[in-house]
């Protein structure tokens, strides 16, 4: 167990709605980072955030936002959704930045139908 | 897009064995990382190594890197089944706003 929780596990939607994913750092780290998991585009990072404001982007679509709330939970919200959207998405957290260890989520498993 | 590639894809060998993983990638980096996932969880950190190091152990893990090369490789040592997983190597680039790019990975299977 990584101290990291992600809720939910898994979701199932339509093209075109909006979905919210949520994570929980592990007690004590500052920073929130996401992943999203696809077999065809792998393991790509979408953005980062450090004790609330965002510190570094990736492959991150315009659909997507998120945010880092003053407790240090974490959303992810995912719009206009798309087959394509479909993946695994991660959320890891770690004490400071990039040379600090991430500790990893469970994932929560989107399927866009 | 990706900035690592693995190789081999896959590799398959018996408990005992060693296994060797390579990972290349393109632009200048400030670390190299690997790390494991078992199917569909999330991925577990092995070892981090900074630019200026050339080789670090943990366990039975032994990672060298060759900047000149941008070059890595992830030798796990004295194999056994549970080390079955895929293996991902990840940079943080000093060219891409400090974002991590991943590999596609290395599947492991080590035959009891």
């Known amino acids: 167990d990584s101290g990291v929780t992600q809720t939910p596990k898994h979701l199932i939607t339509a093209t075109g709605q909006r979905v919210t994913l949520r994570c929980s750092p592990r007690?004590?780290?500052?920073?929130v980072y996401w992943y999203q998991q696809s077999l065809d585009q792998g393991l790509q990072f979408l953005i980062q955030?450090?004790?609330?404001?965002?510190?570094a982007k990736g492959n991150i679509l315009e659909r997507f936002s998120a945010q880092q709330f003053p407790d240090l939970h974490s959303e992810l919200n995912l719009s206009s959704l798309e087959l394509g959207d479909s993946a695994l998405y991660f959320c890891?957290?770690?004490?400071?930045?990039?040379?600090?260890?991430?500790?990893f989520g469970p994932g929560t498993r989107l399927t866009v139908l | 897009s990706q900035q690592g590639e693995e190789d081999p894809q896959a590799l398959s060998i018996q408990e005992g064995e060693n296994a060797t993983m390579n990972c290349s990638y393109k632009?200048?980096?400030?670390?190299l990382q690997w790390y494991r996932q078992n199917s569909g969880r999330g991925l577990v950190h092995l070892i981090l190594?900074?630019?200026?190091?050339r080789e670090k152990h943990s366990g039975r893990l032994r990672v060298t890197l060759d900047t000149s090369k941008k070059s890595s490789s992830l030798l796990i040592t004295a194999s056994r089944a549970a080390d079955t997983a895929s293996y991902f190597c990840?940079?943080?680039?000093?060219?891409?706003?400090?974002?991590?790019?991943f590999g596609a990975g290395t599947r492991l299977t080590v035959k009891p």
């Open positions: 890891a957290s770690s004490a400071g930045g990039w040379t600090d260890t991430q500790y």
């Open positions: 007690s004590g780290d500052l920073s």
């Open positions: 955030y450090y004790n609330g404001e965002e510190r």
């Open positions: 632009t200048s980096i400030n670390n």
């Open positions: 190594i900074r630019s200026n190091e």
């Open positions: 990840a940079t943080d680039s000093t060219h891409n706003n400090n974002d991590m790019r």
